[in-house]
């Protein structure tokens, strides 16, 4: 009788811990900080949050310089990082593809960088860039180049955490794209070689249209992963020097955890995953076409 | 045999009440507390007496330490669930205090304190305990103190024969005559990091006859007070070290405690990091000073720090007063100075095995710091967070170079603005 039951209903049964834990895990959350970002609240326990509309969207849309300062270097540092990332992984993945002695060696310390954990990257490069005792400017000095104050200066931090950003996750994009150059087939390169074709025009009209779909897979992957990004910011700079790295996801933070004002945060992660969303369905339409 | 079993009964009675007599010096044995610190000289100078604790009164401790950003973080989430099961914690009255008690995660430990005299309240300094009470509610106890001094090179002043300034002009002529940025040497130090910044600047602020805010109107524009962001952004842009916008005290510390700068103005609680030879080059060679004196008199803060409370959630509010009134009482503020950890308690001050462990000169600073000073190092505001990034934009401004004036009326803006919704 019951295992009649279990047995008619079993395909979603199969399910039911998948779907259980998404909509613990990730439904509720949204839908609990969607409603959240309409009210006023510092996670009080004698005081309920308090209903206010669209007031945390209105202050942080027309009121709030730090909010579009936020919006626009998160913008500026997906975009450098991840094209950087990118010409310099799929630069990378080609000469690595090249069967040469020690290939396995040189593969496995190229992505030694993406296993590190975050934070401790960051407290690594925070002391070598540190300006007057860290390695960097010692190296440069040495070279007799002019040194930088890199984290410390309000202009040349977002740069210096691309840099970071560029560092460790470039062997990502690699590791895609050779995978995506194992699989290609031989016979148009061997066409090529007959037909006369240069190294460098096989690479441009062969390699890199057959390898298009995976170098496009990795950038969209890159830059949902690149556009909220924390962990380095926050060690390094957290946010600062004033305002200069305050990305959307750091901003958020300070508004819930320092401001207490867990309404005007509710509302700025809405608009993020508003924008994440809009980007990733963005990048899916731009994949369309190039994929073919 | 019925006399016999009534005998016998009456016995039984007996030896249970006189059991329950002993019990009742242990009157929370079998309780556990589970006590979340800071990782403070503090905590490391009780935690070896916390089984003398455990042992006198039956009560077992659940310590966990964390550095202070996380178990700030740790306090919110736990707090804010509504089902924490932290009974006793340490927090900075200055930064979090207001907040948690609008909150509501604070049990009121005055009732706790008038039951029980053995806490002696009299006897911590009255400043200390109006900076952990909260509209009337005591939210802790106070356990670390702090000033703002000046740290400086003995052998460097006695060499080049310039006495320790006293006012802000010599503080500056000091600091232009040892900067020798082509040896990497720098004049003075001190942070540069937009909120961590605000503390150490509210002694310049204090002592140039400014102020955050008067009476509910916000004071960041005042002259007094553009001439202190100024004197600060001034002094570490033409003598400060490269790269100080990042710094906080960790940072600034190690430029000091690595040689590589003649003055340093920071809280007295890291002089013992300056004397550590694991973390300092300098230390003998380091000096204590008063703050120098601006316009209005040498004004820096002296403040509680850190503060031991109850939380609201706890289960077993009499065993962690019980705790509480231990680790704040005289024996352990005794021991734990002689720890150098700075305490709120007069008595241990008087004594004189709790000022043995200090400098001589420190000690001096320390006292001759409390005449003029100011009970709070940061806006005064339940938005605290909030308001010391206001306040440090414009000290990022001054060091920059930038038009402080303009900045100053900015923040002043924003500041009155925050001092508005608490109204």
């Known amino acids: ?292 | 045999m019925k006399r016999l079993l009534t005998a016998l009964m009456v016995i039984t009675i007996l030896v249970a009440m006189s059991f329950s007599v002993l019990a009742a010096e242990q009157p929370f044995k079998g309780t556990t507390l589970r006590i979340v610190l800071s990782n403070h000289p503090w905590t490391d100078a009780i935690r070896p007496l916390l089984s003398e604790f455990e042992e006198a009164t039956g009560i077992r401790l659940q310590v966990e330490s964390l550095f202070e950003d996380q178990l700030s973080q740790k306090l919110l989430v736990e707090f804010a669930s509504g089902t924490s099961t932290i009974d006793v914690f340490m927090q900075r009255p200055l930064q979090e205090a207001k907040q948690f008690q609008e909150n509501g995660w604070y049990t009121d430990l005055r009732p706790f304190a008038e039951a029980d005299q053995d806490i002696d309240l009299d006897d911590f300094f009255p400043s200390a305990l109006l900076a952990e009470t909260v509209e009337g509610v005591l939210t802790g106890i106070p356990i670390v103190t702090e000033q703002e001094i000046i740290y400086y090179r003995k052998d460097l002043f006695e060499q080049a024969g310039i006495s320790v300034p006293t006012t802000m002009e010599e503080f500056e002529a000091a600091a232009a005559h040892f900067h020798d940025p082509e040896n990497s040497f720098f004049g003075f130090v001190s942070r540069g990091q937009r909120a961590a910044a605000v503390t150490q600047f509210s002694s310049f602020l204090y002592s140039f006859g400014g102020n955050f805010d008067v009476d509910g109107v916000a004071t960041l524009n005042t002259p007094e007070s553009i001439e202190a962001f100024t004197y600060y952004g001034d002094m570490l842009r033409n003598y400060g070290p490269p790269g100080v916008l990042n710094m906080s005290w960790p940072q600034a510390l190690a430029i000091f405690a690595q040689g590589n700068a003649a003055m340093y103005t920071d809280a007295s609680v890291f002089y013992s990091n300056m004397l550590d030879p694991e973390q300092s080059d300098v230390g003998e060679l380091v000096g204590f000073a008063q703050f120098p004196a601006g316009r209005a008199g040498s004004r820096p803060y002296s403040v509680v720090s850190w503060g031991i409370s109850m939380a609201q959630t706890s289960k077993n509010k009499e065993a962690a007063w019980e705790f509480i009134k231990w680790a704040t009482g005289k024996e352990i503020t005794l021991a734990a100075q002689a720890g150098q950890v700075p305490s709120a308690r007069t008595s241990a001050w008087e004594n004189p095995e709790g000022v043995k462990s200090f400098p001589a000169q420190l000690v001096e600073v320390i006292m001759a710091s409390s005449e003029g000073s100011m009970p709070y190092d940061r806006p005064n505001v339940i938005g605290v967070g909030e308001a010391r990034d206001v306040v440090g934009t414009v000290i990022v401004t001054a060091i920059e170079g930038g038009d402080v004036a303009a900045a100053a009326n900015k923040a002043n803006r924003d500041y009155q603005a925050i001092l508005d919704r608490e109204k």
């Open chain 1, 1 to 292: 009788m019951l295992s009649r039951w279990f047995d008619k209903r079993i395909r979603y049964l199969f399910v039911m811990p998948a779907l259980i834990f998404v909509i613990v895990m990730m439904a509720f959350p949204i839908l609990y900080t969607f409603r959240l970002s309409f009210t006023k609240w510092s996670m009080s326990a004698t005081r309920p949050p308090v209903w206010i509309a669209l007031g945390n969207y209105v202050s942080l849309l027309f009121n709030d310089p730090r909010f579009w300062g936020a919006v626009g270097r998160t913008f500026a540092f997906t975009l450098v990082a991840v094209a950087v990332e990118t010409v310099l992984g799929v630069i990378i993945a080609l000469v690595l593809n090249r069967e040469t002695r020690g290939q396995n060696f040189i593969k496995t310390l190229f992505l030694l960088p993406m296993i590190a954990t975050p934070v401790a990257v960051g407290m690594v490069w925070l002391l070598m860039f540190e300006p007057s005792i860290g390695v960097i400017n010692y190296l440069l000095g040495a070279l007799g180049l002019p040194q930088g104050l890199w984290l410390a200066s309000p202009s040349q931090a977002l740069a210096s955490l691309i840099m970071v950003d560029v560092w460790q996750w470039t062997p990502m994009i690699t590791l895609i794209v050779l995978a995506g150059l194992a699989s290609l087939p031989r016979e148009p390169f061997e066409a090529a070689i007959v037909d006369g074709a240069s190294r460098l025009q096989t690479v441009f009209h062969i390699t890199l249209p057959l390898i298009k779909p995976t170098v496009v897979a990795a950038v969209i992957l890159r830059t949902i992963d690149a556009f909220k990004t924390y962990d380095i910011i926050y060690t390094m700079t957290q946010g600062g020097p004033g305002f200069a790295t305050e990305t959307l996801n750091i901003y958020s933070f300070v508004l819930g955890f320092q401001y207490f004002q867990m309404g005007k945060a509710s509302a700025l992660l809405m608009v993020f995953f508003a924008l994440v969303l809009g980007l990733a369905i963005i990048l899916n339409w731009l994949k369309k076409p190039l994929a073919v």
